[in-house]
């Protein structure tokens, strides 16, 4: 058939013919979002290949929907992840449907091609900020990086907050490929820095060219309560004053924009002044995180404007962050990403599927493995196809940190 349209209408009468979905599966967490009408995409991995299932109301996309899913199915992760999906745009069978149409039928293309890197290792799940090399874990780094990878979480950035620990964080990333090391001053340790900080800095960077900066930012909160920032920091003395935090915070964040990589930032209670200090300075071209975003609705245009990628942590899973769950349906999807925060931030119960233990207090710590669950969680806050969530955000965390 070299006619387009003869195409379309055997697409549309083999569409007719097919078997719809069953039900337990017709769910709104495998809903394609964006799309006006219902469409429906399963994608799984069954003795090393790929099987994908589609239905949808609309006989047209039942049809090209449908079509992706078997000429797909069947192929490894690896045949898939480096296919180009326009075999539409090739035969002409896209010219006759509407903007919004086209749109869908193109993005199940991409939705299978990105679904087969999460599983070849390409994409798959991304930590996009946790701190490995924290002493909690007690030096069991092997087993815990181990679970993470086997929970499917492909990459994970490492964030220093001291000179102390930069040494540890570039040796996670020379033992394990899956980290992406950053190295920042936090601004609970600023006392700590030494009078060579900077060059300290820039060394670590020249010598671990797939680092980052972070964790990096500004604190208000550790002002209104110092009390409880000493007892958590284990700090003597006063709090950091906020000129000097502003000042360390914009010398690092120099640093990133001079050297073309991304920032890792911390914020709590200053965001107003975050975004002024981000508008009026050099910040980094690729863009910048806001680590556990918890900033109001109102400012995310803003700071997206600015080149702000947002990480949802499992801690907000917790029934009294829903105002903070709420902020994250504001986000645009090409600048949501995933963090666990380990060993901090602890998920809610019902998240947690790696419990674990600090070995010197045995107090409950956060676990890099427990990523899929957040990834789950947020999936369902915004009504997103698990598959889709994993696609996007392996997506925005390879073009915000390479």
């Given amino acids: ?52 299932q589609s239905d949808s109301d609309a006989v047209t996309l039942r049809a090209m929907a449908g079509l992706w899913c078997d000429l797909a199915s069947g192929a490894s992760p690896e045949e898939l992840a480096a296919w ?116 300290s800095l820039n060394s670590w960077l020249d010598r671990t060219p797939v680092a980052v900066i972070g964790e990096i930012g500004l604190d208000r909160w550790i002002h209104e309560n110092p009390d409880r920032w000493r007892a958590l920091s284990g700090v003597a003395g006063d709090p950091p004053p906020m000129e000097e935090q502003e000042s360390l915070f914009l010398s690092q964040l120099q640093i990133a924009a001079e050297r073309g990589i991304s920032a890792s930032i911390h914020c709590l209670r200053a965001f107003g002044r975050l975004l002024e200090l981000l508008a009026n300075h050099p910040r980094p071209e690729r863009g910048f995180l806001l680590h556990s975003y918890g900033g109001p609705t109102e400012l995310v245009p803003d700071f997206v404007r600015l080149g702000a990628y947002f990480s949802f942590p499992g801690y907000f899973g917790h029934e009294r962050k829903a105002r903070a769950r709420e902020v994250f349906r504001a986000v645009p999807q090409d600048r949501l990403l995933l963090e666990t925060d380990a060993p901090d931030q602890l998920p809610p119960e019902a998240w947690i599927r790696h419990p674990l233990r600090d070995p010197a207090s045995g107090a409950a710590i956060n676990h890099p493995a427990n990523l899929p669950a957040i990834a789950e969680g947020l999936a369902t806050i915004l009504g997103v196809p698990i598959p889709e969530l994993t696609a996007l955000t392996a997506a925005n965390f390879r073009r915000l940190f390479g």
């Fill in 84 to 199: 180009r999906p326009d075999l539409f745009e090739r035969f002409g069978l896209l010219r006759s449907l509407a903007d919004n149409r086209r749109t869908t039928v193109l993005r199940i293309g991409e939705l299978i091609r990105e679904f087969a890197r999460s599983h070849c290792g390409i994409a798959g799940l991304t930590d996009a900020h946790n701190h490995l090399q924290d002493s909690r874990f007690g030096g069991y780094q092997d087993a815990v990086v181990s679970a993470a990878l086997a929970a499917g979480v492909s990459r994970m950035v490492v964030n220093g907050s001291c000179e102390s620990d930069w040494p540890e964080v570039a040796e996670l990333a020379r033992r394990f490929p899956a980290v992406v090391p950053a190295f920042g001053l936090h601004p609970w340790s600023l006392a700590e820095r030494t009078p060579g900080w900077e060059t």
């Fill in 1 to 52: 058939m070299h006619d387009p349209q003869a195409r379309f209408a055997w697409l549309v009468e083999r569409a007719r013919q097919r078997p719809h979905l069953p039900d337990a599966l017709r769910l709104d967490r495998h809903r394609v979002s964006g799309c006006q009408v219902r469409l429906w995409w399963v994608a799984e991995v069954r003795n090393g290949r790929c099987e994908f």
